[in-house]
């Protein structure tokens, strides 16, 4: 009756998903870490180093304290949705991560009868799962800008929203594109699809078959998760800090542990659908992930490397720019790739 | 009762629940929560229905896209909770003609769901159709542009209409 229970697939699809959840939690506090050091070296300064061997054990010491301190709400707050808020953005942002593949099928060292791909659901529109469950948490910032009955929070939500709507359409090109290219929408399949060289040394990625696909899907990624330098929801200067100012203790924390795993997500996404996931030299294939963590990590230090480097678009500029160039730009390429993938067979 | 027969009332419990939602209660931002639920519910189906395609993209148009526009317009305009006070009797909308109209509307959909109802052979999942299932992304693309082409095509040119017409209406008049 229960033997499905402890199949060798269920316990393995049971230790992917904890793994993964885990991972997920900690590289959002490594990415804290990260970028507070990034931005110390950019800035000539040191950065967080008392806590631990050069402030390693930071990133803890802050997980405390949130924990800790107390939980304030407005008076006049929407006591449900206040609360449902962050939990939304959180569950978004875990989700989004479900169809990502991240390893070759492994039989892990002959343990399972048959072998397995590396990723906690194997669905074969994975491609638009992940874009409609970002879609998702936007949901969470427009509820917290709205329930927190604040101008600050509200002016912070409908921005971001405002912001979402604009990009998720180049972003969504940009999908299309490779997804044609490819001739799937399974990502597991597009990372397959990305296999070989060109001369012996010029993988086969889609980052350089169509280039300017990718540039416009890092720009909507980061547009996406509302990093710098299109970080208005949060802009300090005019909306103190957007949707999540009313919030604080572990509220608030659960909106920068969504906002830190949405921009690993985006990389993840980014590494499987031009960098060509975990497909690399050197390394056996069933150890794959290696080079996924490496590619993803210089996603992710791409992403704070913008932060700390531009200055914020100043709003009409942002909506301008993904209205009037990067939504036709998208447009023109899905058409051109359309064109190639028909005459060419790209 | 097999797990697809309790899915398929988990799901279409939550969308009956959520639409009722929608109507029965007077904040505004909390229908269009509810209405988004109710999407949630209907994708659920589509899942059951062995159709992934539909699902994700009832998610992404239906609960994504359009529901966030609900949400911001509702918010942007700041649209005020219902008061059961407003609606005395000489409010507009409470005129008698306007409780007929609803009723006689209420009676014909009811006639016609009992009509359809009548004539569906069976209740529950599992209702088996003659023709082919389109599941495969493939396989629906090629559909929707060959046999259904022309409803395709008609379906764009009504959307863009919609679309110029809304630019023409909201776009500030040059003297």
Redesign the interface.
């Known amino acids: 009756m229960l033997d499905w229970l402890t199949a060798p697939q269920t316990i393995f699809f049971l230790s992917v998903t904890m793994v993964v959840f885990l991972a997920l939690q900690i590289s959002a506090a490594v990415m804290v870490y990260a970028e507070r050091k990034v931005a110390a070296f950019m800035q000539q300064r040191y950065g967080p180093y008392l806590v631990g061997p050069k402030g390693l054990l930071q990133p803890i010491a802050d997980i405390v304290k949130l924990v800790f301190k107390e939980e304030l709400k407005p008076k006049a707050a929407d006591t449900l949705l206040f609360a449902a808020a962050p939990v939304i953005s959180a569950i978004a942002a875990f989700t989004a991560f479900a169809p990502v593949p991240f390893g070759a099928a492994t039989t892990f060292f002959g343990l399972l009868p048959e072998p397995m791909p590396l990723m906690v659901a194997d669905i074969n529109v994975a491609v638009l799962v992940i874009f409609a469950v970002t879609s998702m948490g936007v949901y969470g910032i427009v509820l917290a800008g709205w329930s927190s009955n604040s101008k600050y929070s509200l002016l912070g939500g409908l921005r971001s929203s405002a912001q979402m709507i604009s990009y998720e359409l180049a972003y969504g090109m940009s999908l299309a594109t490779i997804v044609m290219l490819a001739g799937s929408l399974s990502l597991r399949e597009i990372v397959d699809a990305q296999q070989g060289y060109w001369l012996g040394f010029i993988p086969k990625w889609y980052a350089f078959i169509n280039p300017i696909s990718f540039l416009i899907f890092t720009t909507a990624g980061i547009a996406e998760t509302n990093r710098a330098p299109f970080d208005f929801p949060e802009a300090e200067q005019e909306l103190v800090a957007g949707y999540h100012t009313e919030y604080s203790s572990m509220r608030f924390a659960l909106f920068f542990l969504a906002e830190y795993i949405n921009m690993v997500t985006v990389a993840a996404v980014a590494t499987n659908l031009f960098l060509g996931g975990w497909h690399g030299p050197f390394i056996p294939e069933a150890y794959g992930w290696i080079w996924f963590l490496i590619k993803l990590s210089v996603l992710c230090f791409g992403y704070l490397w913008l932060r700390w480097t531009l200055p914020r678009f100043r709003y009409d500029q942002l909506m301008g720019f993904g209205w009037k160039l990067l939504l036709p730009a998208a447009t023109i390429n899905l058409l051109v790739s359309a064109a190639g993938v028909l005459y060419f067979g790209l | 009762m097999g797990f697809d027969q309790f899915l398929f009332f988990v799901f279409a419990g939550v969308a009956v629940l959520g639409s009722l939602l929608v109507i029965g209660q007077r904040n505004p ?1 909390y229908s269009v ?1 509810a209405l ?1 639920v109710a999407f949630f519910g209907l994708s659920g189906l589509y899942v059951l229905l062995e159709a ?2 539909v699902a ?2 009832q ?2 148009i239906y ?3 359009i529901m ?2 609900f ?2 317009t509702v ?2 305009l700041n649209v005020p909770r219902e008061d059961a006070a407003e609606w005395d009797r000489a409010h507009p909308y409470y005129r008698p003609w306007a409780l007929r109209v609803g009723t006689a509307l209420a009676v014909v959909m009811a006639l016609q769901l009992g009509w359809a109802l009548s004539r569906t052979p069976g209740l529950g999942v599992g209702v088996a159709d003659e023709r082919p299932a389109i599941s495969s ?1 493939a396989e629906l693309g090629r559909v929707l542009f060959t046999d259904y082409m022309f409803a395709f095509e008609v379906t764009s040119i009504l959307i863009i209409v919609a679309m110029v017409g809304a630019v023409a209406l909201a776009r500030k008049r040059e003297s």
């Open positions: 931002i929560l988004i992934p395609f994700v993209v998610i992404i609960a994504g896209a966030v526009l949400l911001f918010m942007l992304v």
